[in-house]
T-cell receptor
Framework: QKEVEQNSGPLSVPEGAIASLNCTYSDRGSQSFFWYRQYSGKSPELIMSIYSNGDKEDGRFTAQLNKASQYVSLLIRDSQPSDSATYLCAVSGRSNYQLIWGAGTKLIIKP | GAVVSQHPSWVICKSGTSVKIECRSLDFQATTMFWYRQFPKQSLMLMATSNEGSKATYEQGVEKDKFLINHASLTLSTLTVTSAHPEDSSFYIC??????????????FGPGTRLLVL
């Protein structure tokens, strides 16, 4: 059974601090890794994708991938109250371009 | 780029009626579309994978005769909930796969359709 694990939270972070979200996956053959943000009552929106080991930065967001440890993380610098949402980690499966989803981590940024 | 629309955004219907939901990729061609369902405070649940011109692949436990999927073109997939019942009330979300720079494809989500069956 291929799995993607996330801490459900809630993770509470003060405004302006760095929020660190973590995800582990079980399938060593996974090639693509994604972070989505989902606000309450809305559909998920893509934040970052990462395919190679190391860091990938986009504005305040940094995705980190370590395939040897089967670990992917998302760092949010200078956290804002508008970053409060559920963050979903998704990992590629091996067929039909499906994604295997984590259950999500609820992030709360406190002013 | 990579915009996905969904229509309608809200639907309320009587028990026993059928409801059709449309999912369109507006600025790219999507050979694969996905249909998800999400109940309040729960995770996304993949219902089916839809490939243009072929039959959809349904996840275990999803009734293919109840949730009819048609992927008639590279930009349009429809989900029809037949003989809807109150337990079908949920948030239905589609996504469309667009080729990405990596090893696979990136899924872009529509805004979702909230279905309430009375």
């Amino acid at each position: 059974q291929k799995e993607v694990e996330q801490n459900s939270g809630p993770l509470s972070v003060p405004e302006g601090a760095i929020a660190s979200l973590n995800c582990t996956y079980s399938d060593r053959g996974s090639q693509s890794f994604f972070w989505y943000r989902q606000y309450s009552g809305k559909s998920p929106e893509l934040i970052m994708s990462i395919y190679s080991n190391g860091d990938k930065e986009d504005g305040r967001f940094t995705a980190q991938l370590n395939k040897a440890s089967q670990y992917v993380s998302l760092l949010i610098r200078d956290s804002q109250p508008s970053d409060s949402a559920t963050y979903l980690c998704a990992v590629s499966g091996r067929s039909n371009y499906q994604l295997i989803w984590g259950a999500g981590t609820k992030l709360i940024i406190k002013p | 780029g990579a915009v996905v629309s969904q229509h309608p955004s809200w639907v309320i219907c009587k028990s026993g009626t059928s409801v059709k939901i449309e999912c369109r990729s507006l600025d790219f061609q999507a050979t694969t579309m996905f249909w998800y369902r999400q109940f309040p405070k729960q995770s996304l649940m993949l219902m089916a994978t839809s490939n243009e011109g072929s039959k959809a692949t349904y996840e275990q436990g999803v009734e293919k005769d109840k949730f009819l999927i048609n992927h008639a073109s590279l930009t349009l997939s429809t989900l029809t909930v037949t003989s809807a019942h109150p337990e079908d009330s949920s948030f239905y979300i589609c996504s469309a796969a667009s080729p990405s720079g990596g090893a696979g494809e990136t899924q872009y989500f529509g805004p979702g359709t909230r279905l309430l069956v009375l």
